[in-house]
């Protein structure tokens, strides 16, 4: 069946349910920048605590950091993002608007928008030029005299210029890596659809250290361990791919990149970069630091640069993958019923308690529910309106279960409890819900998207 899911139908419904709104659009908003709401900042902190999960309790070979976003300048001399880090730009000077230069065939023309810039008679491009891609401002209180440093636009430097540090204190030997999570900052030419490219964005990226012969092999490992937990988090098979980097694609630092790609309603595009970074980085920073960046074995006495296995992934841009994945639509009693089919891990909401009735001693039962619940999951209390608009209004949250109070609930202290997928209702008693409902968010899930 033919995925119902439109960039639109996204846009919409997450402004209309509180996630995700544009940002500053009581100033009529600036293009592309976002802001995330109740549910918005739930579900991108489920999914955030998820790659956590995976890269720190899952595992005890790799240690978190969170670095500075504003670094030393040479930091970015050193990476190479100060000579490299550009995209080619033109300008129109008819329409007065800029595109990516290898990006032409897919730009609208800013006069003729069913043509491509360059096509139509009008267009008057100027040469391609390259364009820095990082932000740059002053520290200092006086702008002249102050020194130019830029926001960071990638959290990876941050983490190999602490590997020292980190070397240190965390006694471990490569392999081993060092995982962060943070705002990243691109002066991007052609941001859009939606919060797929912005120019403030929160990455996570692990760097793994390895030795150098065993790089390869490493590689292969998290190419498929990222693969994996996309599909784990409820991501259809059939929407994600792995795609090797074809060698004139590939960065100046890199040997070997796979893409992970998800299909998402603008096409396939890149979710998450897996790249086997050599020692360029360390030796890079070795050069212009003047510190010794090595790794020094004291049983084999053997010293070496470790290489670098990255797997870098966007905190919005895997939100977006998963709203994706999850928007569906049904008919039920001759009604459309807009439905998120998130991962109950993902969910933010992971039961709604509501009270049939607003009396009979139904809110206090609720309300005792209510905080039972919420010790265990995040849950949420809603009496207001009819008890079918407060279903839809969950659904379209993605609350995978509802909790419903009624005359019975305060006589036999049981409740019904309605599977958001299923719309299964089954009578349970309010005694032990907590522990059950907390090991139902843990268990393996499949989207039912699958059976359709
Ligand atoms: P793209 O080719 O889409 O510009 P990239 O290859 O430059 O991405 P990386 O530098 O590998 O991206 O960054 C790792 C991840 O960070 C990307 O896979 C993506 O999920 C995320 N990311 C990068 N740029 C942006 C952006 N402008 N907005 C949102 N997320 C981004």
New binding site residues.
């Given amino acids: 069946m033919a995925d119902v899911v439109t960039m639109e139908k996204l846009v919409s419904l997450a402004k209309r349910r509180g996630f995700i709104f544009p940002s500053s659009e009581i100033y009529g908003g600036v293009g592309s920048t976002y802001d995330y709401g109740h549910y918005g900042v739930l579900l991108k902190t489920n999914v955030k605590n998820a790659w956590w999960r995976a890269m720190l309790q899952e595992r005890d070979d790799i240690v978190a950091l969170d670095s500075a976003i504003i670094q030393h300048p040479r930091v970015w001399e050193a990476s190479g993002h100060l000579a490299n880090f550009t995209d080619p730009l033109v300008d129109c000077r008819f329409c007065k608007q800029r595109f990516r230069a290898d990006q032409l065939e897919q730009a609208p023309c800013g006069h003729a928008p069913s043509k491509h810039p360059g096509q139509a008679p009008q267009c008057d491009l100027t040469q391609a030029r390259e364009f820095n891609l990082m932000f740059e401002t002053t520290v200092g209180p006086v702008k002249e005299s102050g020194a130019a440093v830029y926001l960071r636009p990638?959290t990876a430097q941050g983490i190999f210029i602490n590997f020292k540090n980190v070397l240190q204190f965390a006694r471990k030997k490569p392999p081993f890596g060092i995982a962060q999570v943070g705002k990243?900052f691109?002066n991007?030419i052609t941001?859009g659809n939606f919060?797929?490219?912005?120019?403030e964005?929160e990455?996570m990226?692990m760097e793994y250290f390895v030795p150098p012969a065993d790089a390869s092999k490493w590689f292969e490992y998290w190419t498929a361990a990222r693969r994996d937990w996309y599909l784990e988090l409820g991501i259809r098979p059939d929407h994600l791919r792995l795609r090797p980097h074809e060698p004139d694609e590939l960065s100046h630092y890199s040997s070997q990149t796979s893409?992970v790609e998800y299909l998402f309603p603008i096409g396939w595009?890149?979710?998450?970069?897996i790249?086997n970074r050599g020692d360029f980085d360390l030796r890079q920073h070795a050069q212009y630091s003047g510190e010794t960046l090595e790794y020094f074995d004291q049983q084999t006495k053997e010293r070496f640069v470790p290489h670098v296995i990255e797997p870098?992934?966007?905190a919005?841009?895997?939100t977006l993958a998963f709203l994706a994945d999850a928007y569906d639509e049904e008919e039920v009693e001759g009604e459309t019923r807009t439905v998120l089919r998130l991962h109950p891990r993902l969910a933010p909401i992971k039961v709604a308690v509501l009270p049939l009735l607003r009396k009979d001693g139904q809110p206090e039962l609720a309300t005792e529910v209510y905080d039972a619940l919420r010790g265990a999951i995040q849950a949420e209390y809603d009496e207001g309106g009819s008890i079918g608009r407060r279903y839809r209004r969950q659904d379209e949250i993605g609350t995978p279960w509802c909790v419903t109070i009624d005359h019975e609930s305060v006589s036999a202290r049981t409740v019904t409890l309605r599977d958001r997928d299923t719309l299964a209702q089954e009578r349970v008693p309010i005694e032990g819900l907590a522990d059950e409902l907390a090991l139902r968010v843990l268990a393996s899930w499949q989207t039912p998207k699958l059976e359709l």
Avoid at 195 to 199: K, L
Avoid at 269 to 273: A, D, R
């Fill in positions: 990638e990243s691109r991007e941001p919060i797929f490219r912005t120019r964005f990455q990226e893409d595009s890149e979710l998450e970069g790249a870098a992934a966007g919005d841009r895997a």
